[in-house]
């Protein structure tokens, strides 16, 4: 692998592209640990983001007015704020309210790291998005079949989960696919609370070493990459679930 | 001689002499044609370039750049930089001269033309936590530390100690993690820490290691300006010689650095 | 003799009792929003008033609990950000410029590629449909890092020098993706008119660019005003990023503004103050938005 790499060192050399992180051991290992946190943190966005959408619009459907109430609060709160703010807010003012444990060095640290209110604060964002997205995949199915399953004696909470949440889901494809990238892309504002992420990671090499704009080509390149695979995998999901005549 | 040969000879003499002011037309003539000096300085760093209420920037730099003002005879436009563009600035030509904070190294010096002697120097220190009790950097292994984004001796820090570098966009975010406790210590000027250390609400912290990387700061104009240089350099000595880096300092709150005390016996003795 | 009364009652032809397995989707293109279908709203259109009441209590309660664990020696916090405001409101004033010049870039450049998107001519077709993936599937950050490194800051055509300060590059910057978005818009648009409307104006001898331009485009702006006020949201919430890149905008502003204070309990206060006035901008619009939809609502 060494001279693969070294190969790297004489281009910069000879013309001046520096690609520091293929030949210099310690910015490419940092470089690839940012690239799995990237993947980890879209990941668990992804997942936690789409039981909060469900969550939500189950919640949406409820005969209390108070649960309707608040969710359609924290819809609103998460939609129409800055998600960067967002990103502030949980880690700042929400993290300093938190309990915090002894660590290993006698001192006090929060019970909650920045990587884990970045989860917390991207999934609440993108999840609000979600809530609105099942809604409407759920007022698709006909209140005929939602009745049958009623009297099939089905509970709401079951015929929720067997019957509607499937059927629905065919019809939420697309914007859900629409949003799950976006929140990939959104992944990188972590950076301001510094998470590890790609982004961030690149910013301290292209401080580090003066290589803007290698950085910068390699960053757009890896970012279209994971947002064009991603969407192809939902685009060839949806195209098996496609039923003829229905589907925008 | 002969003849042609003392025409070519005379021919070229004044398309030297015409060509020459036009070679020396450089940024110290763009200035006064100008009737402004275009300085970059830091907004965002107390108390070397920070803002007041009424959105102008005040600091030690800014007065420092009024100085430079005041010697060339003209008005002064500031313009806020970061670590990430200032160099860029200076090349673009969107800024003359740039006061902004720079540690002379040698891969800055390739880039832009950084003045000897220079004006301020600090280095590098931690303000910990008392209950951590550190006594070495070497302590630091394996511990997360608060530094700022695009900082060059977060490399160091990281490498050579161990450290967990978490950095933040600006000292507000990374004081605000270290107060709750994310990092044992924030990895910054050890001026900015003496300063701090002088809130009470920083009396949990202390400053007990040894500041290393005492690196000396440097003006800089853009290569190739060397009538500018030139007077950079005549007044950097002057600032030295008539303490005006002490007054600065104590203007705005801080004990006067060792650097500055020595440059300032220095020059003084030399006059 | 009497006259009986018969009681006609009415069934309502409720559609969703239709038998299917599942109703037809509906495009989010649908003009009329009926009374029950919230969800169908834009997000603009869904403010209320009670929450600008939630923010100002969080800003509030913030800045309440900032005041009482700060020091007793340093001037209030009110007071401090009240001497701010001024400062502050120039940034975001800004911010408000960059997402107006943005969004028309972004609007002007995404039309002609939207329309592109659906030419009968293949090279024009693909290479749009490529530059418009491009853009969508790239993050917003670092398009905007991108602009802010590549482009020059000054450039020079015969003579005339036309300066490319910052912010400038940041409205391109952000313009990119907006006409991505754009044009993803007009397509989605122009794809729902039904196919009866291009056959019909090809039987009356319009050519192409006029069945475009005078009878397909004018029928589709209602459908794409909700989706693209929706757009604009999502673009003023962006204009902030452009603090990471350097532009002296309401974030990067409030940053200066916490260095020179150096109180760490500023930070909440001043963040939840500038989320305040992001929420009172953004209300008007979606009120104005609502308005222009029952306005403009086709009846089906």
């Given amino acids: 692998m060494e001279p693969f790499f070294e190969w790297f060192r004489l281009l910069y050399d000879e013309t001046g592209i520096n690609l520091t992180f293929i030949y210099d051991s310690y910015d490419r290992v940092r470089l690839w640990k940012g690239f799995l946190t990237t993947l980890w943190l879209s990941g668990t966005c992804l997942v936690f983001s789409v039981i909060i959408g469900i969550a939500g619009a189950w919640l949406q459907g409820s005969h209390h007015k108070w649960t309707r109430r608040i969710v359609q609060g924290y819809i609103q709160f998460f939609r129409n704020t800055p998600p960067l703010v967002q990103l502030y807010f949980f880690y700042f003012a929400l993290g300093s309210l938190m309990p915090k444990v002894q660590n290993e060095w006698g001192g006090y640290e929060p019970i909650l790291g920045n990587f884990v209110w970045a989860v917390i604060s991207l999934s609440f964002f993108a999840g609000s998005f979600n809530v609105e997205i099942f809604r409407s995949g759920v007022e698709a199915v006909p209140m005929s079949t939602v009745e049958a399953a009623e009297s099939l004696g089905y509970t709401r909470l079951k015929a929720y989960i067997y019957i509607v949440l499937p059927l629905a889901f065919r019809v939420c494809l697309p914007a859900l696919s629409n949003n799950l990238i976006n929140l990939v892309k959104t992944t990188t504002l972590a950076f301001a609370i510094a998470v590890p992420e790609m982004l961030y990671v690149s910013s301290q090499i292209w401080s580090d070493n003066v290589n803007v704009r290698e950085m910068m080509t390699f960053l757009l390149v890896a970012y279209v990459s994971i947002v064009g695979i991603l969407a192809w995998v939902i685009n060839r999901w949806e195209h098996s679930l496609k039923i003829p005549g229905y589907g925008g | ?271 | 003799m009497f006259k009986r009364k018969i009681k006609k009652f009415k069934i309502p032809l409720n559609p969703k009792h239709e038998l299917a397995v599942l109703l037809s989707s509906r495009s989010s293109l649908d003009p009329a929003p009926l009374k029950d279908q919230k969800g169908r709203q834009p997000i603009l259109a869904r403010l209320r008033k009670v929450h600008l009441v939630w923010l100002i209590s969080i800003f509030s309660v913030s800045a309440f609990a900032a005041e009482v664990t700060g020091g007793v020696d340093q001037p209030s916090l009110i007071k401090t950000i009240f001497l701010w405001t001024p400062f502050l409101l120039k940034g975001f004033g800004f911010n408000l410029l960059i997402s107006f010049i943005s969004m028309a870039i972004g609007t002007l450049l995404g039309a002609v590629l939207g329309v592109f998107q659906i030419s009968l001519f293949l090279p024009v077709r693909l290479s749009s449909k490529i530059l418009t993936q491009f853009f969508r599937n790239s993050p917003w950050l670092v398009l905007l890092f991108y602009c802010m490194f590549m482009l020059p800051f000054e450039i020079t055509i015969g003579g005339f020098i036309i300066p490319f300060p910052d912010w400038i590059k940041a409205v391109i910057g952000l313009s990119l993706p907006v006409m991505a978005n754009v044009s993803e818009i007009i397509r989605g648009a122009i794809n729902s008119i039904p196919s009866g409307q291009w056959e019909s104006a090809e039987s009356l001898a319009f050519t192409r660019r006029q069945q475009i331009w005078l009878i397909i485009l004018p029928q589709c702006y209602k459908r794409m005003l909700p989706p693209w006020m929706n757009l604009y949201s999502i673009l003023t919430m962006a204009t902030v990023l452009a603090s990471i890149v350097g532009v002296e905008e309401v974030m990067s502003l409030a940053g200066q503004v916490l260095a020179a204070d150096g109180r760490p309990e500023l930070l909440v206060p001043i963040y939840s103050f500038v989320l305040a006035w992001f929420f009172i901008y953004c209300y008007p619009i979606a009120k104005l938005t609502l308005r222009l939809e029952k306005k403009y609502a086709l009846k089906t």
């Fill in chain 2, 1 to 271: 001689m002969s003849f042609k040969l003392f025409r070519a000879l005379l021919i070229s003499f004044f398309v030297v002499c015409l060509v020459s002011p036009a070679l020396q037309a450089d940024v110290v003539d763009d200035i006064k044609a100008r009737g402004k000096l275009i300085v970059g300085v830091k907004a965002d760093y107390k108390p070397y370039g920070f803002r007041d209420t009424s959105g102008k920037i005040i600091g030690i730099e800014p007065e420092l750049a009024q100085d430079v003002a005041d010697m060339l005879g003209v008005k002064l436009e500031l313009i806020p930089v970061v670590a990430s563009n200032r160099m860029e600035f200076l090349k673009q030509g969107k800024i003359d001269l740039m006061i902004a904070t720079m540690t002379d190294r040698p891969d800055r010096a390739r880039m832009v033309f950084i003045v000897q002697p220079n004006y301020y120097s600090s280095g590098i220190n931690l303000l910990v936590t008392k209950k951590a009790a550190l006594k070495k950097w070497e302590d630091l292994r394996g511990k997360p530390v608060c530094g700022i984004q695009g900082s060059f001796y977060n490399k160091k820090v990281g490498q050579e100690f161990g450290a967990k570098i978490v950095a933040f966009k600006g000292t507000a975010e990374s004081l605000n993690a270290l107060k709750q406790g994310s990092c044992i210590g924030f990895v910054y000027d050890d001026s900015f820490i003496v300063a701090k250390l002088q809130d009470p609400q920083w009396s949990d912290y202390e400053m007990s290691l040894k500041t290393i990387d005492d690196s000396s700061w440097g003006l800089a104009v853009k290569h190739g300006e060397y009538r500018f240089y030139g007077m950079m350099s005549e007044l950097t000595m002057k600032w030295h010689a008539n303490g005006r880096i002490i007054e600065l300092e104590e203007k705005f709150g801080i004990t006067p650095t060792p650097f500055a005390v020595n440059m300032n016996k220095r020059y003084s003795d030399k006059k």
